[in-house]
C-alpha cells in the first residue's frame, strides 16, 4: 500500500524551472512537493549554463533569491563577436538599456535549493519511477518510490519541470503531440577551469576552423567552448590541444591573454532544437527543457526555463487567488510565443557562426556576408542585442 500525500502543485524535477516554479507559488501562499530523480550533491554540482537575461534576474529578484547573484554575478554591458581574428563589440547596453548576468546555472541552482529547504517545502531527492496519472481529469496523482517506500502525491496540477529526458513528456500518447526539431552536424567540446578570463566580455568567434566562446564563471573560472565534430570523443582532446585550439580560434590578439590550465570539468554537447507543443495536457504542463531544447550559442536554454515558469506561475496563481484559469488556458500559447523566438535566435546564431558550409561555397559567402552586415549595422546590432539580453515576457 502507498504512502499516501497531497498538495496543491506536484512538481517533477528540481532544476532551474522546477525549484523556480515552487519558490514563486510559495511566495504566493501556493504548496507544492518537488520530486527530484538525483541527490542534492548531483543536482547542485552538474555544469550547465551561465548567463542570465536581464528578465531572468528580475525574476529571480521577484523569487528573493538574487542577494548572491548580485553580490557574485558579473553583469556585462557587452559582448564581442570575432571574424577573421578581428574582434566586434555589441554594446548591449547602450542599444537596449539592459544587460546580461554572468552567473552559473549551479549557483542559481544552489540559491534556489537553499530557498526552498529554509522552509518552504519539501525536495524528495532520488524520488524513482515517477509516474504521473489521470491528468487529464480534475484529480491528478504522482506515484513514486523513495526510500524503498512506494508514493502516492494527489494534487490539482501537475508541472512536468523534469528536462529534455524525463517522465512528464514521455508520459504523453504520441498523437497529442506536435514535435518540431532540428539537429546540427557538430557539437560543443566545453572546458571549465580555474584560470583568469582572457577578456571582459565573451567573445564568440567565427573562425574557419571552427566557432569558439570564450566566456566565464568569475574573474578566477573560465569557460570556454570550441565546435567539434558531434562524434568526437573526450579521450581525443587532451587539455593541451584543446587549449591550443581555442587560441587559433579566438585569434591572434585574444591568444596571448588565455590562461590555460587543468580542466575542472570537461564534457561534449550535441546540439539541438526541439520543441513540442502543446505545452498543456489537462492539468499536466510542460515547462522548460521538458518542452524544448535549443542549441546553446544564444545562451537561452536556462533562460527559457524562468520565461515559461513567469507564465506558469502567473497563471497557477490566478487560479488559486482569483478561481481565474484563463491564463491556465492560454499557457502554452503565451509561453510558446516567447520560446519561438528563442529557438529563432538560437538557431539563426548557430548557423551563422559555426563552420557549416564548404570553403569556397556561395554559402560560407552568404554567412560571411550576413556576419560583415552585422558589425556594420546599427539596425543589426540592436536586433542582435535585443535578443541576446532577452526579449521582454
Ligand atoms: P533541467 O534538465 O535542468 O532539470 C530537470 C531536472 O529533472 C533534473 O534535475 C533531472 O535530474 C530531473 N529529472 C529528470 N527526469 C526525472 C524523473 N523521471 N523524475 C524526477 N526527476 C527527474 N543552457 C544555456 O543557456 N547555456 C549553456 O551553456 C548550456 N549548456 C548545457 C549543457 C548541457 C550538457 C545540457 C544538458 C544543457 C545545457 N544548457 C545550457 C541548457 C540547460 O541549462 C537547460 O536549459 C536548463 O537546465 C533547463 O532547466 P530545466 O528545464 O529545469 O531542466
Ligand atoms: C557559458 O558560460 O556556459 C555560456 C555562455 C554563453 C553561451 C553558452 C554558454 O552562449
Given at each position: 500500500m502507498a504512502r499516501q500525500q497531497r498538495t496543491q502543485v506536484g512538481i517533477i524535477g528540481a532544476g532551474p524551472a522546477g525549484l523556480l516554479l515552487a519558490r514563486l507559488l510559495k511566495l504566493n501562499g501556493i504548496e507544492s512537493v518537488i520530486l527530484e530523480d538525483r541527490s542534492r550533491a548531483y543536482v547542485e554540482a552538474r555544469i550547465r549554463a551561465g548567463v542570465l537575461e536581464h528578465g531572468t534576474v528580475k525574476l529571480l529578484e521577484e523569487a528573493g533569491v538574487a542577494e548572491r547573484l548580485h553580490r557574485e554575478g558579473l553583469v556585462h554591458e557587452g559582448v564581442e563577436l570575432g571574424l577573421d581574428g578581428g574582434r566586434f563589440r555589441i554594446d548591449l547596453a547602450g542599444l537596449t538599456d539592459k544587460t546580461i548576468t554572468v552567473y552559473g546555472q549551479s549557483e542559481v541552482v544552489q540559491d534556489l535549493i537553499a530557498a526552498r529547504l529554509a522552509g518552504d517545502g519539501p525536495i524528495v531527492w532520488e524520488a524513482s519511477d515517477v509516474a504521473l496519472h489521470d491528468?487529464?481529469?480534475d484529480r491528478p496523482r504522482l506515484t513514486y518510490r523513495a526510500g524503498g517506500v512506494d508514493h502516492e502525491l494527489a494534487c490539482d496540477f501537475i508541472a512536468?519541470?523534469?528536462?529534455?529526458?524525463?517522465a512528464s513528456r514521455s508520459s504523453?500518447?504520441?498523437?497529442r503531440l506536435r514535435i518540431y526539431e532540428q539537429d546540427y552536424p557538430f557539437g560543443w567540446l566545453g572546458i571549465l577551469a580555474d584560470v583568469p578570463p582572457c577578456s571582459e566580455e565573451l567573445i564568440y568567434a567565427s573562425h574557419p576552423r571552427g566557432f569558439a566562446l570564450a566566456s566565464m564563471r568569475s574573474h578566477t573560472r573560465s569557460r570556454y567552448y570550441i565546435q567539434c565534430d558531434?562524434?568526437?570523443?573526450?579521450?581525443?582532446?587532451?587539455d593541451d590541444r584543446l587549449w591550443d585550439e581555442l587560441k587559433r580560434r579566438l585569434g591572434p590578439d585574444v591568444a596571448p591573454r588565455v590562461t590555460t590550465g587543468p580542466a575542472l570539468e570537461k564534457s561534449i554537447t550535441g546540439l539541438h532544437s526541439f520543441v513540442c507543443l502543446p505545452m498543456r495536457h489537462g492539468r499536466l504542463f510542460l515547462a522548460g527543457d521538458a518542452a524544448h531544447i535549443v542549441p546553446p550559442t544564444g545562451a537561452k536554454g536556462l533562460n527559457l526555463a524562468a520565461s515559461d515558469v513567469h507564465y506558469l506561475s502567473r497563471a497557477l496563481v490566478s487560479h488559486y487567488a482569483r478561481n481565474d484559469s484563463t491564463l491556465l488556458g492560454a499557457y502554452s500559447e503565451q509561453a510558446s510565443a516567447r520560446v519561438w523566438k528563442a529557438e529563432r535566435f538560437s538557431w539563426w546564431l548557430t548557423l551563422l557562426m559555426h563552420?557549416?558550409?564548404?570553403?569556397?561555397s556561395f554559402a560560407e559567402q552568404m554567412q560571411r556576408a550576413e556576419i560583415d552586415y552585422l558589425l556594420s549595422s546599427p539596425a543589426g546590432q540592436t536586433v542582435f542585442a535585443e535578443n541576446y539580453v532577452g526579449l521582454p515576457f
Amino acid at each position: 500500500m502507498a504512502r499516501q500525500q497531497r498538495t496543491q502543485v506536484g512538481i517533477i524535477g528540481a532544476g532551474p524551472a522546477g525549484l523556480l516554479l515552487a519558490r514563486l507559488l510559495k511566495l504566493n501562499g501556493i504548496e507544492s512537493v518537488i520530486l527530484e530523480d538525483r541527490s542534492r550533491a548531483y543536482v547542485e554540482a552538474r555544469i550547465r549554463a551561465g548567463v542570465l537575461e536581464h528578465g531572468t534576474v528580475k525574476l529571480l529578484e521577484e523569487a528573493g533569491v538574487a542577494e548572491r547573484l548580485h553580490r557574485e554575478g558579473l553583469v556585462h554591458e557587452g559582448v564581442e563577436l570575432g571574424l577573421d581574428g578581428g574582434r566586434f563589440r555589441i554594446d548591449l547596453a547602450g542599444l537596449t538599456d539592459k544587460t546580461i548576468t554572468v552567473y552559473g546555472q549551479s549557483e542559481v541552482v544552489q540559491d534556489l535549493i537553499a530557498a526552498r529547504l529554509a522552509g518552504d517545502g519539501p525536495i524528495v531527492w532520488e524520488a524513482s519511477d515517477v509516474a504521473l496519472h489521470d491528468f487529464e481529469m480534475d484529480r491528478p496523482r504522482l506515484t513514486y518510490r523513495a526510500g524503498g517506500v512506494d508514493h502516492e502525491l494527489a494534487c490539482d496540477f501537475i508541472a512536468g519541470c523534469d528536462g529534455f529526458r524525463g517522465a512528464s513528456r514521455s508520459s504523453l500518447p504520441a498523437s497529442r503531440l506536435r514535435i518540431y526539431e532540428q539537429d546540427y552536424p557538430f557539437g560543443w567540446l566545453g572546458i571549465l577551469a580555474d584560470v583568469p578570463p582572457c577578456s571582459e566580455e565573451l567573445i564568440y568567434a567565427s573562425h574557419p576552423r571552427g566557432f569558439a566562446l570564450a566566456s566565464m564563471r568569475s574573474h578566477t573560472r573560465s569557460r570556454y567552448y570550441i565546435q567539434c565534430d558531434r562524434h568526437e570523443k573526450l579521450e581525443d582532446w587532451p587539455d593541451d590541444r584543446l587549449w591550443d585550439e581555442l587560441k587559433r580560434r579566438l585569434g591572434p590578439d585574444v591568444a596571448p591573454r588565455v590562461t590555460t590550465g587543468p580542466a575542472l570539468e570537461k564534457s561534449i554537447t550535441g546540439l539541438h532544437s526541439f520543441v513540442c507543443l502543446p505545452m498543456r495536457h489537462g492539468r499536466l504542463f510542460l515547462a522548460g527543457d521538458a518542452a524544448h531544447i535549443v542549441p546553446p550559442t544564444g545562451a537561452k536554454g536556462l533562460n527559457l526555463a524562468a520565461s515559461d515558469v513567469h507564465y506558469l506561475s502567473r497563471a497557477l496563481v490566478s487560479h488559486y487567488a482569483r478561481n481565474d484559469s484563463t491564463l491556465l488556458g492560454a499557457y502554452s500559447e503565451q509561453a510558446s510565443a516567447r520560446v519561438w523566438k528563442a529557438e529563432r535566435f538560437s538557431w539563426w546564431l548557430t548557423l551563422l557562426m559555426h563552420k557549416v558550409h564548404p570553403d569556397g561555397s556561395f554559402a560560407e559567402q552568404m554567412q560571411r556576408a550576413e556576419i560583415d552586415y552585422l558589425l556594420s549595422s546599427p539596425a543589426g546590432q540592436t536586433v542582435f542585442a535585443e535578443n541576446y539580453v532577452g526579449l521582454p515576457f
